[in-house]
């Protein structure tokens, strides 16, 4: 399965994110409608979020996020990071 990160930082990516977790209507609740409103509540906005995100893989996400925009991109493990061409065209192992 594994752990993913994404980021909305802008509003419109925030909109984006909202509608790709099928919860349009975050984009209106005072605690996510501005960046630092989101801010303050970053903690029940990730356990929101963490809530949908456990219906699909990690690489299932990043597809989705990829295909909406968001910037997104996996959290490796320590197997998975000296798995990655980078580590292994610099000679890198575990």
């Known amino acids: 399965t594994g752990e993913f990160s994404g980021t909305a930082s802008t509003q419109r990516t925030f909109e984006k994110l909202a509608a790709l977790l099928d919860h349009p209507e975050w984009v209106t609740d005072?605690?996510?409608?501005?960046?630092?409103?989101?801010?303050?509540?970053?903690?029940?906005?990730?356990?929101?979020?963490?809530?949908?995100?456990?219906?699909?893989?990690?690489?299932?996400?990043?597809a989705r996020l990829d295909a909406a925009g968001i910037p997104c991109g996996p959290i490796l493990d320590y197997a998975e990071a000296f798995d990655t061409p980078q580590a292994t065209a610099r000679a890198m192992s575990t």
């Open 30 to 62: 005072p605690r996510f409608a501005t960046d630092g409103a989101r801010v303050r509540h970053r903690g029940t906005l990730a356990a929101l979020i963490d809530a949908v995100t456990v219906s699909a893989t990690r690489d299932e996400w990043l």
